[in-house]
C-alpha cells in the first residue's frame, strides 16, 4: 500500500467514524423529535376543542419514527462501506432535512394563527355553554382562569342573559362561592384572570423551546446528509485507487 491509498484509506476510517456517530445523533434527533410531539400532544391536547390546528404535532411524531428507522438501518449501512447505499441515505436525509425545517417555519408561522384560533375558540365556546360546557369548564377549572380576557366576559353571554353570573368551574372553591349576581368590587370567590391571557404565555413558553429544537436539528441532518456524500465519493475513490 502506497501512501497516496494509506492516506485514503485513514480519511476513510476517520470519515466511517464521523458517520456512525452522525447515526447515532440522528437516531437521538429521531427520538427526541418523537418525544416533542407525543409531549406537545399530550400538553395542548386540552385545548384542541378550541383549536383543531394543534393536531400539527401528528406529523412530528410520524417524522421521528420514521428517524428513528432509518437511523436503526444506517448503523447496517455504514460499515458495509457500498457507496450506492450511502447515496441513497444522503438522499433521504436531505429529504428529511428539507421537511423538518419546511414544517418548523409553518410551525413558526402558524404560531399567530393557532393564537387567534384559540381566542376564537374560547369565546365561542362561551357564546354555546348553554349547549355544551364541558371544555370551556375543563379549561377554567384546570387553569385556574374566568372567561376569555377577565371573568366580565361571561356577563355578555346568552347563557348569563345580562346577568353578572360566571359558571361554577370559575370558583376557587365550588363548595364554597358566590358565582351568579356578583358585586365586581368584590367578587373574591371566583378568578379573574383570562383563560386566553393566561395559557397565551405558556404556550408562547413552549412553542420557543419546540421551534429551537426543531431547527437545530434540521440543520444538524444537513450535515449528516453531506457527510454521507462525502464518504461515498472516498469509496468510489479508494475503489479507483486499488484497481490503478
Known amino acids: 500500500m502506497n501512501t497516496k491509498q ?3 484509506t485513514a480519511f476513510m476510517a476517520f470519515l466511517k ?3 456512525m456517530i452522525f447515526n447515532l445523533v440522528f437516531f437521538l434527533i429521531g427520538f427526541t423529535l418523537m418525544i416533542i410531539g407525543l409531549y406537545g400532544l ?5 385545548f384542541f376543542a378550541f383549536t383543531p390546528s394543534l393536531s400539527i404535532y401528528y406529523p412530528l411524531i410520524s417524522i421521528g419514527l420514521f428517524m428513528m428507522l432509518v437511523g436503526a438501518l444506517s448503523f447496517w449501512c455504514t460499515p458495509k462501506g457500498i457507496a450506492w447505499l450511502l447515496k441513497i441515505y ?5 429529504l428529511l432535512f428539507l421537511t ?3 414544517f418548523s417555519i409553518f410551525f413558526t408561522v402558524k404560531h399567530d394563527s393557532i393564537e387567534s384560533t384559540l381566542k376564537n375558540g374560547i369565546e365561542r365556546s362561551m357564546q354555546n355553554y348553554q349547549n355544551s360546557s364541558k371544555a370551556i369548564d ?4 384546570k387553569f385556574k382562569c374566568c372567561g376569555s380576557k377577565n371573568y366580565t366576559d361571561w356577563f355578555g353571554t346568552q347563557w348569563a342573559n345580562q346577568h353578572k353570573n360566571v359558571p361554577k368551574s370559575c370558583c376557587k372553591n365550588k363548595n364554597q362561592c358566590v358565582n351568579q349576581d356578583l358585586n365586581i368590587l368584590n367578587s373574591t370567590d371566583i378568578y379573574h384572570k383570562g383563560c386566553f391571557s393566561k395559557i397565551d404565555s405558556l404556550i408562547n413558553e413552549k412553542y420557543l423551546i419546540i421551534v429551537c429544537l426543531n431547527f437545530i436539528s434540521s440543520f444538524v441532518i444537513l450535515g449528516g446528509s453531506f457527510l454521507s456524500c462525502l464518504l ?3 469509496l468510489n475513490k479508494h475503489k479507483y485507487e486499488q484497481m490503478s
Do not use: E, R, W
Open 90 to 94: 444522503a438522499m433521504v436525509i436531505f
Open 17 to 19: 467514524t464521523l458517520m
Open 42 to 46: 399530550k400538553f395542548f391536547q386540552q
Open 232 to 234: 461515498a465519493k472516498n
Open 138 to 141: 375543563l379549561l377554567q377549572a
Open 6 to 8: 494509506f492516506k485514503t
Open 100 to 102: 423538518i425545517f419546511s
